[in-house]
């Protein structure tokens, strides 16, 4: 279901300036400055309306999150749960994933989640696709020595694609599932305790539709 444009979002985003960016926080001092730590940065890409960032936030005090999404309705919803939250450690980016160098220094960024990112089916698309090559390049260059990508998806085509792609940059692959949370003995591995689910996961998970997932890191060799 399409989400309903919201009147006045820049008024309602302009009270969420604190913590909503649309421009690289340079002359706040940077994120470290802006968090008061140097703890390490976590990164979602299409933060969605934020339920997993927040989340996985508020279990982890000791790490820094910051959601990146393009649409300002959507951002503004992530907004209120942090507020609703209080959480101190997270903090968003309003913006398109191209500009993602311009937010981060080279290797300042630890993990990059990819949640059920638009698969753009469609050959002439494939540009879009947030697992492309150009995106792939981008991540390589603020992720840290050994930093990694965690990829969840319901589509399997947009997966073994990904997986492709993902190797072809030079990325090493593990804890790869198809079935995150079914049968398969690697998802059992991976939801050990309690997870951390999307918007987009727990819908899926209610229908039985299968969750694919991988682990991707970056070679120490590429700085």
């Not at 421009?23 to 400055?33: A, F, I, Q, V, Y």
């Not at 999404?69 to 503004?76: G, K, L, N, S, T």
């Not at 949640?115 to 260059?141: G, M």
Request: with cysteine.
């Amino acid at each position: 279901m399409r989400l309903r444009r919201k009147t006045n979002i820049q008024e309602k985003l302009a009270g969420m300036s604190g913590f909503v960016f649309t421009e690289p926080p340079l002359k706040s001092g940077g994120w470290g400055s802006l968090f008061g730590n140097d703890h390490a940065i976590h990164v979602e890409m299409g933060t969605g309306k934020g339920a997993f960032l927040t989340e996985t936030a508020a279990a982890n005090p000791e790490i820094n999150f910051i959601g990146f999404e393009r649409v300002a309705d959507i951002i503004y919803e992530a907004g209120l749960k942090k507020e609703a939250e209080a959480l101190a450690n997270l903090f968003f980016v309003l913006d398109d994933a191209e500009r993602l160098p311009f937010y981060f220094q080279a290797g300042q960024v630890e993990r990059l989640y990819l949640n059920f990112s638009d698969p753009w089916p469609k050959k002439r698309h494939e540009k879009r696709r947030l697992t492309h090559s150009r995106f792939l390049e981008l991540y390589k260059s603020i992720l840290q020595e050994n930093g990694e990508i965690h990829l969840k998806t319901d589509n399997p085509v947009f997966f073994e694609y990904s997986l492709l792609s993902l190797a072809e940059a030079g990325f090493s692959l593990r804890r790869i599932s198809r079935d995150l949370h079914g049968a398969d003995p690697e998802g059992r591995l991976l939801v050990a305790g309690k997870p951390i689910l999307t918007e987009y996961e727990r819908r899926f998970v209610l229908l039985g539709l299968p969750i694919c997932r991988c682990e991707a890191l970056k070679p120490s060799s590429i700085c």
